[in-house]
């Protein structure tokens, strides 16, 4: 059975999950296509814990997603869904489905809609815009009102002024308390404003009394300091923990009685990325105990178990495992081996979590509750195939760089074709990792699919490999160490006898698309360059991106203070030794990495007569997430490796 990105797309994709209070069964959140192939539409699921077929809880044209039960049972779900039939623009809302069944209820309405919720024992919780100076009745006429005549202008003080996609709007993330059958609605934060923008961590305590929502503020450096704002949501009194100068604290959750809050601390600096620490904090002091400390991971915290037991996750050598952490004994316990685990929750003695890897999309799993014993897939809703997999093989790869640096990769190689070409992928971040992963944006099997062999490196910079292993990034490093690994990786894979080392490309996005432009201007050895949302002139981007102050930091110069520093390892600088035929691929909504770099990067190579094309996707920004466009990125990129891959070797 072939698999291809029509197949891939015609996947379930299993986002999220919730454990009803009597732990027989969960509602499991699973985005399809739509029958368009326009878009991705999710719906919920009831799976039983005892081994009957899964069913449908919902269906129709609407997204219903981010499932939550209450004490009583009651599921409470994120839709777009109308309120009722004449609603004409309808906005994300809270809906419920009740214990004895029925049509879903709207319980929230948000003039400008609910982004994430809570529910702890008799309170639900909403993060929902607000625009500021207009009375909660007016928001919704408002809004449209300057939707339909403006004035459409923004004005800032202070950076940032984008984010991902989209500009910093009027409107402002507030953290709403309503009770569970929608009433007694407050706004707790009602003059938030730049405290709760951006991707936004927080979380409720199970008796609905005690929030930790992060708090950011502009630092010093003009990057984003963070402390945890602990909120009381009866009373709406609040206070700041752990606010400290380029200090981040991230990914909070609260233990079950509210007494604890954990969360990932970091400090920068222009020295040191900083490590990602795993802090436990007392809410009524503000106390702080570092957790782990000696452990040269990033355990990422999920759950409390209980009081004493965090539920955590960490990076290890290209697989992300499940840890439980006794936080008094201060010690870890692994409880999974192989394979990545995300969105681990649970309750009374049920782990569960959602498992993925190269071979297998996600799929909710039990977690045993001690080391030893096999993980128990639950769900298999994604409708993938073994089939679809039994023709790839997936295996490991460690080569020496040029200073000793030992550089983790994986393979994804087509079973039964005799010395295949090879596509190196290259991540992003440069902070990150690729592993033992389902990926849906960057899938090998599809491009295994078409005869390749799939290296995913892990250079410096990556997470999973230790602390000393990601700062070999900062400080300007970026054409470094990180190329110099690559670079192994590459001579490696051109003396293994299974595959064809002559036909080799060079592939990746955002920082990989970057490291993608880099070695355009220092080697010929690859047959094809694939470059996604990448950074060419490192100058220019330093100002345009929608973070400067960190990109600034992380390379310790900026274009006032030492540009030719901060030129030192930028693409822009080479690109008349650029001689290999070159796909360039950007999205125009991208304002991470604004599509100027794409353009001043092809309009440089065409003038050189470098074989090159250009890809925009004008409705798309970091991402390709529509159905159709993500058809047409995976269909373009094997039209151009066919072309000058595929036939030629490398002389």
Known sequence: MSFDVLAML????????????????????????????????????????????????????HSDRTPAFGDDGTLFFLSDRKRTPKEEDPKTQVWALLPNGGEPMPITDEPLGVSSFRVGGDRLVAIADVLPGVDHAAQRARAKELADQGPSALHYKSTAVRHWDHWIGLAAPHVIVYDTRGGGRRDLTPKADVEHRGDLEWDLSADGTTIAVVERRPGTDRCADSAVRVIDTKTASSKLLGAVANTMLDHVRISPSGRSIACVHQTRSREAHGKSALVVIDSATGSARTMLASWDRWPMPQAFADENTLLVTAEEEGT????????????????????????????????????????????????????????????????????????????????????????????????????P?????????????????????????????????????NPRGSTGYGQAHVEGIWRNKWGAGCYEDIMAVADALEKRDDLDGTRMVAMGGSFGGYMTNWIGGQTTRFSALVTHASIFHMEVFAGSTDYPGWFQLENDASPRTNVEALNRYSPHRFVTNWRTPTLIIHGEKDYRVPIGEALVLYDALCEQNVNAELLVFPDENHWIQKPRNIQRWYEAIGEFLDRHVLVHARA
């Not at 379930?12 to 209070?21: E, L, Q, T, Y």
């Open 320 to 419: 992300t495992q499940v840890h439980s952490v006794d936080l008094e004994a201060d010690r870890h316990t692994r409880l999974t081996t192989g394979g990545t685990y995300v969105s681990v929750a649970c309750r009374k003695d049920l782990i569960l979590g959602i498992r993925n890897d190269v071979l297998t999309p996600p799929e909710v799993c039990r977690i045993p509750t001690k080391p030893g014993a096999s993980v128990e897939l639950l769900t298999q809703l994604a409708g993938f195939s073994k089939e679809f997999s039994e023709w790839a093989t997936v295996s490991q790869m460690r080569v020496t760089s040029k200073d000793g640096t030992s550089v983790h990769s994986y393979v994804v190689a087509p079973k039964g074709v005799k010395r």
């Open 10 to 61: 015609s996947l379930g994709r299993v986002n999220s999950f919730a454990i009803a209070p009597n732990t027989s069964w969960i509602a499991v959140a699973v985005a399809r296509n739509d029958t368009d192939r326009a878009i991705f539409v999710s719906s919920l699921w009831r799976v039983s814990l005892d081994g009957k077929p899964a069913e449908a809880l919902t269906r129709g044209v």
């Open 421 to 457: 070409p090879v596509l190196i992928w290259i991540h992003g971040g440069p902070v990150g990792a690729f592993g033992d992963l389902w990926h849906w944006r960057w899938n090998p099997l599809v491009m295994v699919a078409c005869g390749y062999a799939i290296v995913l490196p």
